[in-house]
């Protein structure tokens, strides 16, 4: 078995892929995790003060996630990228653990950016749309530019797409067996006909379709228990990404849970073949520069703004030649002086009409396409003559001199960057070919059994077996082993049960809760976070809408564990909405919805027109809380 695997991951090693799908994976990857930390900090006084505003017990949470922030930036912009993922990893390991935000306000995501995050180590990510590649650059004279690595091994991509999807799914798909609404077909139908759970778009017209929705729900239990049995085979990929893709698309726009669907649909860019890239590529990057932009060779500032600009046109549109060995090949360049020529940066499009200064920057950025904004902008009046004195400014004060490597700035060594990814699977790979490939084998399998130990463990012992009550000492010391691993798994590889919306979930969720407030005229608000609908407004996505939805208003509701989260969202949006706390009453509403088994129509129409009735108040005297509330049921 380890022999087959090592001959498999031989065979994808030795094949390449465009090192530039990686660096996209890690865009977008930053993305997600910024908004994500934005999103903590707009609400980090819910999330992680014990009473909002009020008892603040981590008063440097703000710092912290300022700190994770521009962890984030830097790896969207490919700025010591091994440094920032890596840091990265540890901020999501430490405040998914050792905060509130896993155990209350579980986003349904953090676990798996924790995977993806963690093969992102492994990963060339600094390779290619990254400054890690312009800070190399800039060591060396512009017509010196050494020629950078733009592959890497494609095992590098099926890893993730198999660890943080094929597992995942397929985990998934067992989980779903148990639950009769999936069995039903009616998977997706249902969430997405719930208050709490809908997105503010009308999808109406599909949920009320039922052999579409059935069709839904039962493509998406065939597409999880095949995908890791088939995603690798070029026949099946292209079919496995538009569904996917597709039914993640649709989970970000129908449910409140968008950083899990904008998560999952970052990978996917793994999942593109690579033929359909060089098929963009040759659509959109020219075959012939538009631009031909002639610069002084003996000056350090146009070495560098050469390699800069050269740097960020992806379309390859501009092409920078040296006045001193190239001006030639511009025959309308011939009438100029070459002292005139020096003094200004001059250049000479495909209909041969001449440029400079100012002007060829605005040409520049013209062919570059994606950056025809900023020309656009520079033309304008005003602009326009600003940004020609500074340019005169500039290049009138540049230094020139001769200019050979040792007017670069001094390295000790120019060496393209070693990361994670080049000591193991290149060096390494290359020096031990054979144990590289027997050690990735046995790393796959140990994953597949912490796959397995978890899938087995909450899908069918904790299913169907009190483990809690395990008298024989070999079973219990089983039971220990497994949870140990179950910690281990999860905390660092992001393994974990994806028992999402099952029936355990939604069976006999039938009860809505709402809030309002007692405004400073003796009117009655609705507080800004379940509308008169029963939806939950934004922001109030993600962790938040978990925290309401999944933990404080279940099918079997705890009071004391209600109470706590009515405290804390009382405490956290009065503030926003300035109540004051020292004499504030808040109403508590409830209404009844339906959570069925079998499909109807008009569910979703029918669950947010029910009427509210009032069940108790919530009050805040000098910045105290005291809840009094009916029995629901």
């Known amino acids: 078995m380890l022999k087959i695997l090592a001959q498999v991951i031989t065979r994808y090693h030795q094949r390449t892929a465009p090192a530039f799908i990686i660096g996209l994976l890690r865009i977008l990857y930053g993305l997600v995790a910024l908004q994500e930390i934005i999103f ?14 009020i008892d603040v017990e981590f008063p440097m949470i ?3 996630l300022g700190l994770w922030g521009i962890v984030a930036g830097c790896i969207i912009v490919g700025y010591r990228s091994q440094n920032a993922i890596i840091a990265n990893y540890i901020f999501w390991i430490v405040f998914v653990n050792f905060t509130p935000m896993q155990r209350d306000f579980d986003g349904g995501f953090d676990l798996f950016m924790i995977s ?88 109406s017209w599909m949920l009320n379709q039922e052999v579409l929705q059935k069709c839904i729900g039962y493509l998406i239990l065939v597409f999880q228990f095949s995908f890791i049995f088939l995603f690798y085979r070029r026949c099946f990929r292209p079919i496995f990404l538009f569904v996917g893709a597709g039914l993640h698309i649709g989970i970000t726009i129908s449910l409140n849970i968008y950083p899990f669907g904008l998560g999952m649909l970052a990978v996917y860019i793994l999942m593109v073949p690579f033929s359909w890239w060089r098929g963009l590529a040759d659509k959109f990057v020219y075959q012939t520069p538009q631009l031909a932009v002639f610069y002084d060779g003996d000056c350090p500032l146009c070495n560098r703004t050469a390699t800069i600009i050269n740097h960020f046109d992806l379309l390859q549109g501009v092409a920078f030649k040296d006045l001193q060995t190239q001006a030639d090949a511009a025959p309308q360049l011939h009438k100029y002086d070459q002292q005139v020529l020096l003094a200004d940066l001059y250049a000479v499009d495909l209909q041969g009409r001449v440029f400079s200064g100012v002007d060829t920057y605005i040409q520049v950025f013209t062919k570059m396409r994606y950056l025809a904004v900023i020309a656009w902008l520079m033309r304008a009046p005003g602009i326009y003559h600003i940004a020609k004195a ?52 046995k790393i796959f399998m140990i994953l597949v059994i912490l796959q397995l130990n978890s899938t087995v463990h909450y899908g069918f012992l904790y299913r169907f077996y009190d483990l809690s009550n395990v008298t024989n000492p070999i079973a219990n010391q089983a039971r220990l082993l497994s949870n140990s691993l179950l910690m281990l798994s999860t905390s660092f590889l992001g393994i974990t049960p994806h028992a999402l919306y099952l029936h355990d ?103 947010l027109s029910g009427a509210w009735t009032d069940i108790g108040t919530a009050t805040w005297e000098n910045k105290r809380y005291n809840l009094e509330l009916q029995s629901i049921k």
Not at 162 to 190: E, I, R
Not at 401 to 409: G, Q, W
Not at 552 to 557: E, G, K, L, W
Not at 579 to 599: A, G, R, Y
Request: charged share 20%; with cysteine.
């Open 116 to 203: 993806v995050g963690f093969f992102l180590i492994f990963m060339p990510i600094g390779r290619s749309l990254s400054l890690d590649n312009l800070r190399y650059k800039l060591q060396f004279k512009y017509q010196s530019l050494p020629s950078l690595p733009k592959t890497c091994s494609a095992l590098s991509l099926l890893f993730p797409v198999l660890v943080c999807l094929g597992f995942l799914y397929f985990d998934s798909a067992l989980h779903k067996l148990f639950a009769p609404h999936w069995m039903n077909g009616l998977g997706g139908w249902l969430p997405s006909s719930m208050p709490y759970y809908m997105s503010a778009l009308d999808l």
């Open 390 to 441: 500074i340019y005169r400014r500039i290049a009138d004060n540049r230094v020139r001199n001769v200019c050979d490597e040792t007017c670069m700035p001094e390295v000790i060594e120019k060496a393209y960057p070693v990361d994670l990814y080049t000591r193991i699977f290149e060096n390494y790979a290359q020096q031990k070919p054979r144990q590289f490939s027997f050690k990735m084998a």
């Open 505 to 607: 979930h939604f069976e006999g969720y039938e009860d809505l809760l709402a809030i309002s407030y007692i405004d400073s005229e003796g009117n009655e608000q609705w507080l800004p976070f379940v509308n008169e609908q029963g939806r939950m407004l934004a922001p109030n996505w993600g962790r938040v809408h978990s925290m309401w939805a999944n933990i404080a208003v279940t099918p079997n509701i705890d009071v004391h564990r209600l109470s706590k989260f009515i405290m804390k969202v009382t405490a956290f949006w009065g503030h926003k909405v300035g109540l004051d706390l020292n004499h504030t009453q808040f109403i508590i509403k409830h209404k009844k919805i339906n959570s069925p088994e079998q499909w109807s129509v008009n569910l979703r129409k029918q669950n």
């Open 40 to 53: 903590l900090l707009y609400f980090n006084h819910l999330i992680f003060d014990p009473v909002p505003y």
């Open 62 to 64: 703000p710092l912290f």
